[in-house]
């Protein structure tokens, strides 16, 4: 027995006639938000250089449309979205809270490497 997939994507926004047309347009809304992140990557506008929670705006732009593209990979590629609600919940939620723990412990020790870089001295050993 063949499984059929869901040919929409956008929660059912855009609905397509066949699996070619909905990998093209995966492939374009992929590439879309890809263009988005080079285009502000090599012009790093002015306005999002300001502090947002530690960093600056534009890294946070980065962190969130690399989050978009991860889900919406994992969501049609990976064909999630036609599991059942518990194995994505569980999927999902343990790659959010992982990528958040990792976000985390980044900023922290990359605050504290900067800051002995820039001020020459060890506040603590461990």
């Known amino acids: 027995m ?4 869901k040919l929409e994507i956008f929660r059912g926004l855009l609905k397509f006639k066949s699996n070619t047309q909905k990998i093209w347009g995966v492939l374009i809304f992929l590439s879309i938000v890809t263009a988005i992140e080079v285009t502000l990557g ?7 250089m ?10 946070w732009i980065f962190i969130a449309l690399t989050i978009v593209k991860a889900y919406y990979i994992t969501w049609d590629f990976m064909h999630m979205r036609d599991e059942t609600k518990a194995l994505r919940r569980m999927v999902i939620w343990t790659a959010v809270f992982l990528i958040i723990y990792l976000v985390f412990i980044l900023l922290q020790e990359g605050g504290y490497i900067f800051k002995v870089w820039d001020e020459g001295y060890i506040t603590h050993d461990f």
């Open 2 to 5: 063949a499984h059929e997939h």
């Open 42 to 48: 090599i012009y790093k506008p002015d306005s999002l």
């Open 50 to 59: 300001g502090l947002f929670l530690g960093m600056k705006l534009l890294n």
